[in-house]
């Protein structure tokens, strides 16, 4: 089993800046890919970052790309979240995930963007 805890959300204003950062312990590997998804209320969960093992290899959904920077540090299982310039639009619960073998899921942060 892998357990995930995010940190890192909270209310912000349009324009500003957040960190989400998103641990893993457990039974961990570092081979796994690690990511986050989010979902707005009323709205399904949609991807927004991923990284494979080693960070060679990044992916951002269009909404985010050349805002948010998602990046790891293996030697602390941890994958972090750098977003800037948001908006209200960014304003929904974010998760992380780490996939090896299986896909195991954090409970979430949420992230708020006053106008």
């Known amino acids: 089993q892998v357990q995930l805890v995010e940190s890192g959300g909270g209310l912000v204003q349009a324009g500003g800046s957040l960190r989400l950062s998103c641990a893993a312990s457990?039974?961990?590997?570092?081979?796994?890919?690690m990511g986050w998804y989010r979902q707005a209320p009323g709205k399904e969960r949609e991807f927004v970052a991923t990284?494979?093992?080693?960070?060679?290899?990044?992916h951002y959904a269009d909404s985010v790309k050349g805002r948010f920077t998602i990046s790891r540090d293996n030697t602390k299982n941890t994958v972090y979240l750098q977003m800037n310039s948001l908006t209200p639009e960014d304003t929904a619960i974010y998760s992380c995930?780490?996939?090896?073998?299986?896909?195991?899921w954090g409970q979430g942060t949420q992230v708020t963007v006053s106008p």
């Open positions: 990284i494979n093992w080693s960070g060679s290899s990044l």
């Open positions: 995930y780490y996939r090896y073998q299986y896909v195991y």
């Open positions: 457990g039974r961990t590997v570092s081979s796994a890919d």
